[in-house]
Nanobody, 119 residues
Framework: QVQLVESGGGLVQAGGSLRLSCVASGLSFEDYGVAWFRQAPGKEHERVAAMSARGDWRYYLNSEKDRFSIYRNDAGNTAYFEMNNVTPHDTAVYYC????????????WGQGTQVTVSS
């Protein structure tokens, strides 16, 4: 059974940084592309970062590529997402997702972790 478990969310002040982790189990993690999505209250789900299985391709939400970073540690079955210089606009539930094939459609999802940025 595939499981993705996020951690690292919480309350952070505007201008600060945050690193989210996603630990995977039940799959050969090195064969899976990973992504981070977020959903803010009243807004649509949006993909904020993605990374291929081999790490040779990365995607970032256009307006945020200078603040966001996605990387992975296959030995530890963990994906990471870092945000710098956060603003209240970054407040959302953040989800990690994984898929062995598609860089845009993900079959496996975590339960989400809340990030709240105070001004």
């Amino acid at each position: 059974q595939v499981q993705l478990v996020e951690s690292g969310g919480g309350l952070v002040q505007a201008g600060g940084s945050l690193r989210l982790s996603c630990v995977a189990s039940g799959l050969s993690f090195e064969d899976y592309g990973v992504a981070w999505f977020r959903q803010a209250p009243g807004k649509e789900h949006e993909r904020v970062a993605a990374m291929s299985a081999r790490g040779d391709w990365r995607y970032y939400l256009n307006s945020e590529k200078d603040r966001f970073s996605i990387y992975r540690n296959d030995a530890g079955n963990t994906a990471y997402f870092e945000m710098n210089n956060v603003t209240p606009h970054d407040t959302a539930v953040y989800y990690c997702a994984a898929d062995p094939v598609s860089p845009t459609v993900y079959n496996y999802w975590g339960q989400g972790t809340q990030v709240t940025v105070s001004s």
